[in-house]
C-alpha cells in the first residue's frame, strides 16, 4: 500500500554522508510506489521551539512563523517520519533540532498524530556504535512518547569525509529501510 512518508534531513553537506544515504532511501521507497516529502532543515528556516503554548491558535502550528509552518502539515498527514542526520558533538545537530522541539507544538495543538511509523538514519566519524546514542536515544524517546513505533535504524560508524559512505553498506541498509516502512 502506497504510504506517506516524510523525511527530515539535518545535514548541510548536500553531497554529504547521510545525503547519500537519504537518496538511496528516498529512490527505494518511491519506487514501492510510497509518496516522499523532503525537508531538509539545514537549508530551511527553522527556529526553536519558544515554549509559549499558543500552538495552532493563530491557524498555523507555530505562533513563530517559520518554515516548520510548511512542514507541519505533511508530517499530520504522514505514515511515517524519517529522520536523517549526522552525529555533532555526540548529539543532534542544531539545524534539525529546531523541528524535532517544534514537534512539541502538535502534542499541544492536541493533534492525533499517534500510530505513525519512525525512522532514523545517521553517521558519525568515530568507529564507535555508541557515539551515536546521542541521537538514537532521544529520537527512539520521542517517539514513544508520540505514540510513533520505531521501523528501523540505519547507524553507520566510521564515515567522516564527504564519499566515505560509499565504503560502506550505509546506502544499502537505508534502501533496505524502505521495505520497514
Ligand atoms: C560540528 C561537527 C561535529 C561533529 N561531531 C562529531 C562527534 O561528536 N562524533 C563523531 O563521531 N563525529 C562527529 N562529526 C563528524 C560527522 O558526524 C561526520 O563527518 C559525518 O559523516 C557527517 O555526515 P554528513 O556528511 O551527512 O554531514 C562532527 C562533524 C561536525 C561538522
Redesign the pocket.
Known amino acids: 500500500m502506497s504510504k506517506k512518508i516524510v523525511v527530515i534531513t539535518g545535514?548541510?553537506?548536500k553531497s554529504?554522508?547521510?545525503?547519500a544515504m537519504t537518496e538511496a532511501f528516498i529512490q527505494a521507497a518511491e519506487a514501492k510506489g510510497h509518496q516522499v516529502t523532503r525537508f531538509d532543515a539545514a537549508m530551511k528556516n527553522v527556529g526553536g521551539c519558544r515554549a509559549c503554548e499558543t500552538c495552532f491558535k493563530t491557524g498555523k502550528a507555530c505562533s513563530f512563523d517559520d518554515d516548520f509552518n510548511t512542514l507541519a502539515p505533511a508530517i499530520l498527514e504522514a505514515d511515517a517520519v524519517v529522520f536523517t542526520?549526522?552525529?555533532?558533538?555526540?548529539s543532534i545537530p542544531a539545524q534539525i533540532k529546531g523541528v524535532i522541539d517544534k514537534l512539541f507544538s502538535l502534542v499541544v495543538g492536541g493533534k492525533d498524530i499517534a500510530g505513525k511509523a519512525c525512522a532514523l538514519i545517521t553517521?558519525?566519524?568515530?568507529d564507535d556504535l555508541s557515539?551515536m546514542d546521542g541521537v538514537r536515544i532521544p529520537l527512539e524517546r520521542s517517539a514513544a512518547l508520540l505514540k510513533w513505533h520505531m521501523a528501523g535504524e540505519v547507524l553507520i560508524?566510521g564515515?567522516?569525509?564527504?564519499g566515505?559512505?560509499e565504503k560502506t553498506d550505509g546506502c544499502r541498509q537505508a534502501a533496505a529501510l524502505a521495505d520497514k516502512i
Open positions: 545535514s548541510p553537506r554529504g554522508n547521510s545525503f542526520m549526522p552525529v555533532y558533538w555526540y553517521c558519525c566519524e568515530e557515539v560508524p564515515v567522516l569525509n564527504v566515505d559512505i
